[in-house]
């Protein structure tokens, strides 16, 4: 019997790969936002919480969603390769704001305070939303081990 290429993975294994990859992408995110917090210090100790209050909005609003929107994609298509967890053009999107965030880091005035502000609640309001919207694919994950 010829396996198919690249091997198929079931439902569980790829809710569990979206959630880790959600929540690696969340821990880098939120590591890029402690060092701009630690570089603006805590005279302006209204960046942290403008930046939580933002990544709950972005959680509640867009994050929440497109988790929802994946896990059903998961569900729809079954057994698929691990890769397939993410439509192609999420992996697009990561990718461009990968490029756009580095760009940011590379050829913005970093050494000066309002710019560094931006960032920490620019990276608190994206980390905070990833993270909080990945207990979205550990429930569904808990959800089909119920059905076991």
Do not use: C
């Not at 880790?20 to 919480?49: D, E, F, K, S």
């Not at 461009?96 to 920490?120: S, V």
């Amino acid at each position: 019997m010829i396996q198919k290429i690249p091997p198929q993975v079931g439902v569980r294994t790829q809710l569990f790969f979206a959630a880790i990859i959600w929540l690696l992408g969340a821990g880098m995110i939120l590591r890029l936002a402690m060092i701009y917090l630690v570089q603006v210090g805590t005279h302006h100790w209204w960046v942290p919480p403008l930046g939580l209050l933002f990544g709950l909005l972005k959680a509640y609003f867009l994050m929440i969603p497109s988790a929802a929107k994946t896990i059903e994609r998961i569900r729809s298509q079954g057994r698929s390769w691990l890769l397939n967890s993410y439509a192609p053009r999420v992996y697009l999107l990561v990718g461009g704001m990968i490029i756009i965030g580095i760009a940011l880091r590379l050829l913005g005035p970093t050494d000066i305070l309002g710019y560094q502000m931006f960032l920490a609640v620019l990276y608190l309001t994206i980390g905070v939303g990833m993270f909080i919207s990945d207990g979205v694919f550990l429930a569904a994950l808990r959800k089909s081990r119920r059905r076991l």
